[in-house]
């Protein structure tokens, strides 16, 4: 047989097919990586029409409130009944970058739980950075703001006015980074859109975006000069609700209005047949209102565990102050110490990179290895630090879990009577006060929520919105709990209701002097053909902290000279400096501070916006 003749050498591949018959061809692989992608595709489409898991209770709810959500507040909401709190309004941008910020306006307790964080934001890496943030400090997911109707909203780009159609991508990729870059849930909460597709289509992006809860504010949103269908009047449109939820089965939706009961509570989820039911108003004037769900009031000797942060003297802010803390599990204090070796590892090679760093500011000789070993100074910082964090946390959760605020049991008849007692329900909020301190006027204004009818009863509402101290608000409570011990002992004052009744038409003129002057600036824009806040942004832009500082070397004649030639006319120059007594009457803007880079801060707290 001569060699062109020869049978051709089979290749090691069709060899390899001849002796295994199930070997895929090319084709054949081609083919099962099209259906491996089709698969993927389809259980993304799947995991898209299903609802997001969460980790947490969240079916009842203590919404959001700038300045009335915080923590003694949250506490006393939690025995009653609530599941779940979200914290007042903070500015992304602030609480991912200040230690400072975050210090004040975040609080939080092991038994403060489950907690959202609730946010402005109109930047991804700000409300990612944030998250991150809240997850160290032990938040159970992050929730971003797209329902807050503020003129400062507005100027901030933040709330309801990232809700148009030009802004959709921008809120979608806030949620997807947020999703991506942290490891914790992100919640939305919005406010009803013009018309109900329009809606529907906001909670499915949302909901696609990576949103694991959307709470809706069932009202549509509104602007900030208050007008059109967003205003606050009116029954919530629960209908709508309701409605999506039973067209969007695989979103998480919490239904937000129309609660003033614990009756209200029930026939609101019956109707949406929502995941949830949130509730703000309803709980300021009645912390107690998710108590109905223990069991009614013939169960009066049914047995239940609450949550009374009043219970003990635990000092979970300063752990090493309680003598809880030798409590530790053994298991603890192993894994404590295994850290606690490595961070004396790495500070031992850090101490040797630093002796190193100073031969060579010197101009010392070394060696190879003492070269590489300086070349590795900054890992070798991250190392540690991060094992130094460990450490931290370790300590933190083992103290917190040694100190935790343990459960009491108690009857559903001892907490309804506690409930009904509006006054001892009061007592008890200033109680958490002094262990948790809140500004004064939030405590003014919880107090005044609670007790409204007794204080205008006994005409000591006046007294209460002047208080100064806790001890004062406590004093007046005290005062309305000895005339319903002794009726005949109070005598109504005519002189008295007259002169309240004077100052309160006084406040509410005072109070809406910013309201009138914006209401004038439109009226003079439209008269001129131009847009209705076209006067209103004169004078708009947000001081920063460098201006600030700038101007507290200044005197007060080049104080408001520089004020107005930097654009801040409209704002507040006596609240930046930390002069302003006018408060609410004040007709000029109470801003947080830009912080440098064109992120502006949340507004303060005022009462009539107390809910977003």
């Known amino acids: 047989m001569s060699r062109n003749a020869k049978q051709e050498k089979p290749s090691k591949k069709r060899k390899k097919q001849r002796d295994n018959p199930t070997t895929d061809t090319t084709e054949q692989q081609e083919s099962k990586k099209r259906e491996r992608k ?10 898209m029409l299903q609802k997001r898991p969460l980790s947490f209770d ?99 780009h933040f709330g309801s006015y990232l809700l148009d159609k030009k802004d959709r991508e921008l809120i979608q990729n806030i949620i997807r980074t947020g999703v991506h870059k942290s490891k914790i849930p992100v919640c939305v909460k919005i406010r009803l859109l013009d018309t109900y597709q329009e809606t529907k289509e906001l909670v499915q992006q949302l909901h696609d975006a990576g949103a694991s809860l959307i709470a809706i504010h069932a009202r549509y949103r509104a602007t900030w000069e208050r007008k059109g269908p967003g205003a606050r009047d009116g029954p919530a449109m629960l209908d709508q609700i309701a409605k999506l ?37 309803g709980l300021l004037d009645n912390p107690a209102l998710f108590l109905g769900r223990y069991g009614s009031r013939d169960q009066r000797d049914k047995k239940v565990k609450v949550v009374d942060a009043n219970v003990g003297d635990v000092d979970e802010k300063n752990p090493s102050n309680s003598s809880n803390n030798d409590n530790k599990t053994r298991k603890q204090k192993i894994a404590e110490r295994k850290v606690q070796e ?51 946390k370790q300590r933190r959760n083992g103290a917190a879990d040694a100190n935790a605020i ?37 405590v003014i204004f919880h107090t005044r929520r609670i007790c409204k009818s007794e204080l205008t009863q006994y005409q000591l509402m006046e007294e209460c919105l002047a208080c100064k101290t806790v001890d004062e608000v406590d004093a007046i409570l005290t005062k309305i709990k000895g005339y319903q011990q002794d009726p005949p002992s109070f005598q ?38 131009k847009e209705l806040d076209f006067y209103l942004k004169q004078g708009a832009s947000v001081p920063t902290q460098a201006t600030i500082d700038k101007l507290r070397t200044m005197d007060k004649k080049d104080q408001v000279q520089l004020w107005k030639n930097m654009d801040h006319s409209q704002h507040c120059l006596g609240f930046h400096l930390n ?6 009457s004040c007709a000029f803007l109470h801003m947080e501070l830009n912080d440098g880079n064109g992120a502006n801060g949340a507004n303060n707290f005022e009462e009539a916006d107390a809910v977003a």
């Open 38 to 47: 089709r698969q993927r595709r389809s259980n993304d489409e799947s995991a």
């Open 58 to 156: 969240h079916k009842y709810i203590l919404a959001p409130m700038v300045g009335a959500s915080e923590l003694p507040f949250r506490l006393l909401c939690r025995k009653y009944g609530a599941q779940a709190a979200y914290t007042p309004m903070m500015s992304a941008s602030q609480f991912a970058t200040s230690s400072e910020y975050r210090e004040q306006q975040f609080s939080t307790l092991s038994c403060d739980r489950p907690l959202v964080c609730h946010v402005s934001a109109n930047d991804p890496e700000e409300f990612a950075a944030a998250a991150r943030q809240a997850r160290k400090l032990g938040a159970d997911a992050i929730d971003l703001n797209l329902g807050c109707p503020q003129r400062t909203a507005f100027l901030g």
């Open 245 to 281: 939820q039973n067209e969007l089965p695989h979103v998480r939706i919490i239904a937000n209005g129309n609660v003033i009961t614990y009756d209200d509570v029930k026939q609101n989820l019956e109707l949406t047949n929502a995941d949830g039911i949130m509730s703000a108003e």
């Open 342 to 392: 490595k961070v004396t590892k790495w500070e031992k090679k850090m101490k040797d990179v630093q002796a190193l760093e100073e031969r060579a500011k010197k101009g010392g000789k070394m060696s190879k290895k003492q070269e590489i070993k300086l070349k590795d100074a900054p890992a070798c910082r991250r190392r540690l630090k991060s094992w130094k964090e460990k450490l931290e």
């Open 406 to 442: 343990k459960p009491v049991t108690m009857t559903l008849g001892e907490l309804y009577d506690a409930a009904d007692d509006r006054i001892g329900l009061a007592k008890e909020y200033l109680a958490l006060v002094r262990k948790y301190p809140a500004i004064m006027r939030t």
């Open 492 to 529: 109504y004052d005519k002189e008295k209701a007259k002169r309240e009744k004077d100052a309160l038409a006084r406040k509410k003129f005072e109070e809406g002097k910013r309201k009138r002057f914006e209401e004038r600036m439109m009226r003079k824009a439209k008269r001129e053909g």
């Open 579 to 584: 002069s302003c007594t006018r408060g609410r």
